[in-house]
């Protein structure tokens, strides 16, 4: 199966800061998403991007699939930004629905 | 349109019980993943409902089972509750079962075994 790594564990900003979460995959994918995880539970979708270049507001993502690895970019980041976030991938072999997903990346963003 | 539905939210039990938890999809959606969430192991895939069929499944004892209804709302069972069954369950739906498909999450159910 497929191994899923994120980096760093865990990141403690400034408000207004900027940081970069990445997330590395050990094989091919025919699917890989960004959550962020509410501190009730909930995975919240941030973006759908198996490859290529994604930008919603003062976050963006990229996927370069030939090289195995996810990048999550939160500009001017805020307190509301804390939580955890998830990289979730599938295997491009796989033909259903069963995400592997790392272990994540606690952000902590202090006022 | 509304979102990916879980009942009950939380549940407590005691050991050797079983438990029903309930997903309903996104209205459209075909496909209904299930995952169990714990602090030791983090999220990990239970299995995949498409067409009242089940597609994939990870890797957890048989005690955990699941079905799918005509309407693609999606019940998963665990029967003779462990301690360590004490997680979140997430549950998931995409359009299709098929790769390239994003998928969408519910609140989760929060169960805990005493």
Request: positive net charge; contains cysteine.
């Amino acid at each position: 199966g497929i191994q899923v790594e994120q980096s760093p564990p865990d990141l403690i900003l400034q408000e207004g800061a900027n940081s970069t979460l990445r997330c590395n995959f050990s094989d091919s994918v025919n699917n890989l998403q960004w959550f962020h995880q509410n501190p009730w539970g909930q995975l919240i979708n941030l973006f759908y991007i198996p490859s290529g270049t994604k930008q919603n507001g003062r976050l963006s993502a990229t996927t370069v699939a030939t090289e195995r690895y996810s990048l999550l970019y939160i500009s001017s980041s805020q307190t509301t930004d804390s939580g955890v976030y998830f990289c979730a991938a599938s295997h491009r072999d796989n033909y259903g629905q069963n995400f592997v997903f790392g272990p994540g990346t606690r952000l902590s963003v202090l006022p | 349109k509304a979102g990916v539905t879980q009942t009950p939210r939380y549940l407590i039990k005691t050991r050797g019980q079983q438990v029903t938890l309930s997903c309903s999809p996104i209205s459209g959606h075909r496909s209904v993943s299930w995952y169990q969430q714990t602090p030791g192991q983090g999220l990990q895939f239970l299995f995949e409902y498409f067409s009242e069929t089940q597609r994939n499944k990870g890797n957890f004892p048989g005690r955990f089972s699941g079905r799918q209804f005509s309407n693609s709302r999606s019940e998963m069972n665990v029967s003779t509750l462990e301690l360590g069954d004490s997680a979140l369950y997430l549950c998931a739906s995409s359009l299709t079962s098929g790769p390239y498909n994003e998928q969408f999450f519910g609140p989760g159910t929060r169960l805990t075994v005493l």
